[in-house]
């Protein structure tokens, strides 16, 4: 099962806003408008951030936002803070048998 | 407020079944619509995951762990279980139990996670 594709990386100052990618296959990605992502601080578990492609769930700040297109899905941390620094990991449905697959994840280093 | 707690040991012999289970309070696990899954983590590595199950038992494996993997649930209890036999060091990792969200196909609940070495 392949993993969808993430930068290992993006940095930025605080206040600016930075973009993650996540790249699919029409078997997951690009097929269904079921991509999440997810925040990963060192030690903790996983939070949901965005499901479905652009839905905020409560309690997430609206600087978080999510795109598709095609088979490239994105997000994006505006007015960066220095408590966004984690990792970050999208998800979508996949056709496969696993039901989900995920990303390789991404670092956002706060400079 | 839903949550999801991992129980089992952390030390697992290579070659022997990793056994897990995860208990789920504040919340019913017989909900239509709703999938109970775990997903592991590597140290330093993302996340992959490993399978899922419905409260009716319908289950969803990872391709690269079918053969070794299965998922159980036992809605009395309210838990949901994990064995994966033949193990190697690779298995070693954090293993997380979490809700697949309602009609949608997102983690919304997560438990702490816990760290399960493979080792002699």
């Known amino acids: 099962q392949s993993a969808l594709t993430q930068p290992a990386s993006v940095s930025g100052s605080p206040g600016q806003s930075i973009t993650i990618s996540c790249t699919g296959t029409s078997s997951d990605v690009s097929g269904y408008n079921y991509v999440s992502w997810y925040q990963q601080h060192p030690g903790k578990a996983p939070r949901l951030m965005i499901s479905?492609?652009?839905n905020r769930p409560s309690g997430v700040s609206n600087r978080f936002s999510g795109f598709k297109s095609g088979n490239t899905a994105s997000l994006t941390i505006s007015g960066l803070q220095a408590e966004d620094e984690a990792d970050y990991y999208c998800s979508s449905y996949t056709t496969t048998s696993a039901l989900v697959v995920f990303g390789g994840g991404t670092k956002v280093i706060v400079l | 407020q839903l949550q999801l707690q991992e129980s089992g040991p952390g030390l697992v012999k290579p070659s022997e079944t990793l056994s897990l289970t995860c208990t789920v309070s504040?919340?019913?696990?017989?909900?239509?619509?709703?999938?109970w899954g775990w997903i592991r983590q590597p140290p330093g590595k993302g996340l992959e995951s490993v399978g899922l199950?419905?409260?009716?038992?319908?289950?969803y494996y990872n391709p690269s762990l079918q053969s070794r993997v299965t998922i159980s649930v036992d809605t009395s209890k309210k838990q949901f279980s994990l064995k994966l036999n033949s193990v190697t060091a690779a298995d070693t990792a954090v293993y997380y139990c979490?809700?697949?969200?309602?009609?949608?196909?997102?983690?919304?609940?997560w438990g702490q996670g816990t760290l399960v070495v493979v080792s002699s």
């Open positions: 504040g919340g019913s696990i017989s909900r239509s619509g709703f999938y």
């Open positions: 199950i419905s409260y009716t038992g319908k289950t």
């Open positions: 979490a809700r697949l969200g309602g009609n949608s196909v997102h983690f919304d609940s």
């Open positions: 479905d492609v652009s």
